[in-house]
């Protein structure tokens, strides 16, 4: 009888021993299949985290520079002054303050219509009273920025405000915001919105007629910028 239960015990383990031996193979092939999922699963989901994660980051960096500008903008300082008269008569070209050096004015200053809509520069200055150069002025000519896109331009000055030696590729939309990036006025104010394009005569460029948020005759006062550098 014990010779019949250690026969019995031995011919399950060599048993156990060949499904062992002859499926071993299947099942690693089936494990590396089932891990091989796994990690191709878990390393896309990797990818389209981080994507999203880089996305995200450019996203947050456009949001953070819109708030140091709007910071900046703060901290800076205005000092309000009352439009004596336009200079000639009836001209946009060139408007006289009641601030002077008195008040710390000095020649460059920036001349807001609002806080973030520029007018102009301080031309000459006298003790009691200022003289401002507009963007209407014809021979104003400053870099500005078109639009989302950031299409570089020249603004000149008229009465009839123009932006000039735009690429003839640019897409250019009506409405589109334009703002000043010349160093010498601060960046990123605005200056009007699109509101006709063309070429030039030799087709080279475009051309487009710009919109001021404002009418320089209904303008009472201004705000300069005296901490501007």
Not at 85 to 111: C, H, Q, W
Not at 112 to 125: D, H, P, Q, T
Not at 198 to 212: G, H, M, R
Request: aromatic residues 10%; glycine residues 4%.
């Amino acid at each position: 009888m014990k010779t019949l239960k250690g026969f019995f015990k031995a011919f399950v383990l060599i048993a156990i021993f060949v499904v062992i031996f002859f499926f071993r193979n299947e099942a690693t092939s089936a494990l590396s299949c089932v891990r091989g999922f796994f990690v191709s699963f878990f390393h896309s989901a990797d990818y389209r985290t981080f994507a999203d994660m880089k996305t995200e980051n450019i996203s947050l960096k456009k949001e953070l520079e819109k708030l140091r500008v709007l910071e900046a903008r703060d901290k800076s300082q205005f000092l309000e002054a009352r439009v004596y008269s336009r200079y000639p008569f009836s001209d946009k070209n060139i408007i006289v303050l009641d601030k002077g050096t008195a008040d710390g004015v000095t020649e460059g200053m920036p001349v807001l219509v609002k806080k973030n809509i520029l007018l102009g520069k301080i031309k000459s200055v006298r003790q009691f009273q200022s003289e401002v150069v507009t963007i209407f002025d014809p021979d104003w000519k400053s870099t500005v920025s078109i639009g989302s896109s950031h299409v570089k331009a020249v603004l000149r000055g008229a009465n009839t405000l123009r932006a000039e030696l735009i690429p003839k590729d640019a897409n250019l939309k009506l409405g589109d915001e334009v703002q000043n990036i010349a160093q010498e006025l601060p960046i990123g104010f605005l200056v009007g919105v699109i509101r006709a394009t063309s070429t030039d005569d030799k087709k080279i460029w475009q051309l487009a007629t710009i919109e001021a948020p404002f009418s320089v005759e209904e303008i009472d006062s201004v705000l300069i910028m005296t901490n501007f550098k």
